[in-house]
């Protein structure tokens, strides 16, 4: 039996530029190849990240003939993973078809009511995979396999769920059989990273209880944050450096800073390799300790992402349930500022409850903390989180990605895009400008890996340049347009 995972987000970040910029490879998909390879199950990989048309991906499947196709579906490119069901019922009409990923987890009944797909699958794969095709594959009844929903004579059937894995138990993500994996480890990295970029995951779930992301995240990874053996981490760094010669490294944890010991330990094996690699991590503001930026400054760790989402105190403790001060958000900042350490802020705009006056706090706040990059989104909770069940939706849009996608008393979806627009436009005038010797490395490592120059200047502008209002109204609205398109 031949068995094809497919990664559906068509066309990248940007589908209409010439390069893709900082994408995170398809790590889910790996561990799975990785799990049926063990498993002596014939098994492939398709990526349609670097795709610009469907057209590729059918004649991929035309030439392997799987006889099982299974999807990873995350909420955001859920349209995409419904064209390529379509394309795929349509090309290999025979095959089995199984969508797993977050989406899936939180509305598999909605899922499965999908005439062209056959299994669902809820929660980690990797548990429930290899039970599922060797049941495929000797025909026995599909209620013995845990962690499924499917159909069987008009009916919907749902089994129990499985334990959650043992992250030991897994083998490390299979990147060797990802056809475009040297693309990602040749993209150009967003700034201070240069290329090679490896990516790691380190451990499974989050503490807290954030309404946009809870309870589902528990459904999917449980009520406690599992981690792996700081050995299992380093040794993937080991056989990332080794095999694949990366010159950074970003750990794409939810939170690396909740698990002093855990960390600690993982940053002294760093620190005794010297690898002398650029590390990126993500953290929750209140968890990190001026002593965890200094081991992080010792591991030559330049880059941390901290969720922000708002600067308005009610909207955290009300709305989001961040249980967050603003003031621990000031001083996570200030921590990494004197540890030299690059800061991003992720933010959301729109959510329940947010007005003009609030959405303000959070330009006042950037001013505060100059962040040297933000991450801004329209507010999107996930399927299945607390504020996901609450929220009213305007059916009118396409998409829950948008600005309007929740309905707002207060502010009309045209006034949230300015807002949205007139955050970008402030945080350039008053983020701080990374230190020359990061902008050096950066620039210089990159060239070095072969980088048109043309296209790694426009992004080094666009990433590093201080005040930039003339890069924001040349490029940065043109960039944003095209997401916007997507």
């Known amino acids: 039996m031949k068995v094809a995972f497919v990664y559906p987000k068509k066309g990248g970040i940007f589908p209409r ?13 790996m561990y799975l190849a990785a799990v049926c390879r063990e ?3 014939d098994v492939s990989l398709i990526d349609l990240t670097f795709d610009r048309t469907w057209a590729a991906y059918e004649k991929r499947l035309k030439e392997q003939k ?3 196709v299974g999807f990873t579906a ?6 995409d993973v419904l064209t390529a069901v379509k394309i795929t019922r349509k090309t290999a009409p025979n095959a089995k078809i199984i969508i797993g990923g977050p989406h899936a987890t939180a509305q598999p009944l909605e899922v499965i009511k999908n005439d062209m797909i056959d299994i669902v699958v809820v929660g980690e794969a990797e548990q429930t995979i290899v039970p599922l095709l060797n049941a495929l594959q000797n025909k026995t009844d599909l209620k013995e396999v845990k962690g499924i929903v499917f159909k069987r004579d008009g009916q919907v059937i749902q089994t129990e769920k499985p334990e959650y894995i043992n992250l030991e138990n897994l083998p490390f993500p299979a990147r060797e059989m990802l056809p475009t994996a040297k693309k990602y480890f040749r993209q150009i990295p967003l700034f201070p990273s240069i290329p090679p970029v490896g990516f790691i995951i380190a451990s499974r779930g989050c503490p807290f209880n954030c309404s946009f992301c809870q309870p589902m995240l528990r459904e999917i990874f449980g009520n406690k944050v599992r981690f792996r053996s700081p050995q299992s981490v380093l040794q993937e760094l080991d056989e990332l450096v080794e095999k694949y010669h990366i010159k950074s490294l970003y750990f794409i944890d939810d939170n690396m800073t909740v698990n002093k010991k855990w960390l600690y330990e993982i940053c002294d094996g760093i620190e005794k390799r010297n690898y002398g690699l650029i590390i ?5 503001a209140d968890t990190l300790t001026p002593e965890m930026a200094e081991r992080f400054k010792r591991i030559n760790c330049r880059y941390m992402s901290f969720g922000v989402e708002s600067g308005n105190q009610r909207i955290l403790d009300e709305i989001m349930g961040k249980h967050l001060t603003i003031a621990q958000i000031e001083n996570a900042f200030k921590i990494c500022e004197q540890n030299n350490i690059l800061t991003c802020a992720s933010l959301m705009i729109g959510s329940p409850g947010d007005t003009k006056e609030t959405i303000m706090d959070t ?8 962040p040297n990059f933000i991450d801004l989104h329209y507010t999107a909770p996930t399927p299945g989180s607390k504020m996901f069940n609450e929220v ?3 059916d009118s849009h396409d998409d829950r990605w948008s600005a309007g996608a929740i309905k707002l008393d207060s502010i009309t979806p045209e006034e949230l895009t300015d807002l949205f627009f007139a955050i970008q436009l402030r945080y350039r005038q008053v983020k701080k400008r990374p230190p020359f010797n990061f902008m050096w490395d950066y620039f210089w490592g990159t060239m070095r890996y072969g980088y048109n120059f043309l296209s790694l200047s426009a992004q080094y502008a666009y990433f590093c340049l201080d005040n930039s209002v003339l890069v924001y109204r040349l490029l940065g609205k043109w960039v944003f347009s095209l997401k916007g398109k997507h």
């Open 17 to 29: 530029m010439p390069v893709n910029l900082s994408i995170t490879p398809p790590l889910g998909i």
């Open 39 to 41: 498993n002596k199950i």
């Open 66 to 68: 799987p006889d099982v």
């Open 74 to 79: 995350l909420s955001p490119f859920y349209d």
């Open 280 to 284: 990126g991590v993500q953290g929750k």
């Open 363 to 370: 330009v006042k706040l950037l001013e505060r903390i100059r």
């Open 392 to 394: 009213e939706f305007d």
